[in-house]
C-alpha cells in the first residue's frame, strides 16, 4: 500500500490517531489491518522533556486499559515528582489490584526522560527504543534497549541466532510486563546517554520493529528531515508489510543545544550508570535457567532416542 493510500484510508476511517504539531517530536498509532482495536497507548510532552509508548496485553479491552493506565501514570509524575520508574511500579500495582483485571492483562512500555543534555530511557517488555545518528550514507540505527522476550532469551543463551528469532513461533512471548502476574514486583530497566547534536530517537512498539527491517527505518529516517514524514512513513511500511499488528512511534530531535555526536551513544558524567538499573542479575539468571533447559531439553532426546538403538 503506498504512503497516498495509507492517508486516504486513514482519513476515511479516522483510525490513524496523532500528536499535534510540536517544534522536535511527532507520534502516531494505528491498529493495523488485524485487530479489532488498538491497545496501544502514547503520550508526549516535548516541553517537559517526557514520552511514552505502551503496548497493552488481554484482548477484550484489557490491554487497552492497560496500557493507558501506564500512561496516565507516566503523565501524572511528569507533572508532580518526576519519578518515572515509581510511576511505572505504581501502574503495576493499580494492575495487579483491578477487580476486572486477569491473569493475562498487562503492559510493555518505554519511556524516555529528558535532563539537559542527557536522557534516560526505561522499559519493561518489548517496546523499543533506537538511537539514530547522522553519518555516511544512511547513518547509523542502535537499539538502545533489551527485549524482555522469550526469543531474546533464547538469543542470550546462544540457542538461536537474530534470524531464527525474526520467524520464531514464540517471538511475541515476553517474560515481563506490567500487570500480567501475581508478582508484586516489577523490575524496570534503565539506561542513560548523552544527546549528540542532529540525533533522533525512536519509541515504537513490536508493531513496527516485528513488521519492518532495521535496514529500512534506517533509511526512511535518513531520507526524511520531517519528523510527521518520518512517522507516517514508518507506519506504512508496518502496514505494507501486513499490519498484523497495533502500530505506535514516536520520533524525536535531539534538543538544539546538543554537542557533537560521539561515536558511540555514551558519554556519560560519572553519576550516570550506562547500564540497566534493575534486571540485571534477572536477565543473567534467565540465560542460565536458558542454557539448562536447552542442555535438559537435549539429554531428554537422547535419553529417549536410547532404546531405540539398543
Request: charged residues 20%.
Amino acid at each position: 500500500m503506498s504512503e497516498a493510500k495509507v492517508r486516504e484510508v486513514s482519513r476515511q476511517s479516522e483510525v490513524v490517531q496523532r500528536t499535534p504539531s510540536t517544534t522536535r517530536s511527532a507520534g502516531a498509532t494505528h491498529p493495523g489491518y488485524r485487530r479489532e482495536q488498538n491497545e496501544d497507548a502514547y503520550w508526549a510532552d516535548e516541553y517537559k522533556g517526557i514520552w511514552v509508548v505502551a503496548d497493552g496485553l488481554g484482548g477484550h479491552h484489557a490491554g487497552e486499559l492497560a496500557s493507558k493506565t501506564v500512561v496516565e501514570e507516566i503523565e501524572q509524575s511528569a507533572s508532580t515528582d518526576r519519578h518515572y520508574e515509581n510511576a511505572l511500579q505504581k501502574a503495576h500495582s493499580l494492575l495487579l489490584g483491578d477487580e476486572h483485571s486477569t491473569a493475562n492483562m498487562g503492559s510493555t512500555a518505554v519511556v524516555l526522560a529528558e535532563e539537559g543534555d542527557y536522557f534516560h530511557i526505561y522499559w519493561v517488555g518489548d517496546s523499543r527504543a533506537y538511537l539514530w545518528t547522522p553519518g555516511n550514507r544512511n547513518g547509523e540505527l542502535s537499539q538502545l534497549t533489551n527485549d524482555h522476550s522469550y526469543v531474546q532469551m533464547l538469543m542470550d543463551s546462544g540457542a538461536i541466532n537474530s534470524e531464527e528469532a525474526a520467524t520464531h513461533p514464540n517471538r511475541h512471548v515476553i517474560t515481563r510486563c506490567i500487570g500480567g502476574s501475581t508478582n508484586p514486583k516489577l523490575e524496570i530497566d534503565r539506561v542513560s546517554y548523552r544527546w549528540g547534536a542532529g540525533q533522533k530517537l525512536l519509541l515504537c512498539s513490536d508493531g513496527l520493529s516485528s513488521e519492518v527491517a532495521k535496514e529500512k527505518i534506517t533509511r526512511i529516517i535518513a531520507e526524511n528531515r520531517d519528523n510527521r514524514r518520518i512517522v507516517d512513513l514508518l507506519i506504512s511500511a508496518a502496514l505494507d508489510a501486513g499490519g498484523k499488528d497495533n502500530i505506535t512511534v514516536q520520533v524525536i530531535d535531539a534538543p538544539p543545544q546538543a554537542p557533537a555526536p560521539t561515536e558511540a551513544p555514551s558519554n556519560l558524567p560519572d553519576h550516570f550508570d550506562n547500564t540497566p538499573t534493575t534486571g540485571t542479575n534477572s536477565r543473567k539468571a534467565w540465560r542460565i535457567l536458558a542454557a539448562l533447559l536447552i542442555t535438559a531439553g537435549a539429554i531428554a532426546a537422547i535419553a529417549t532416542g536410547l532404546p531405540q538403538l539398543l
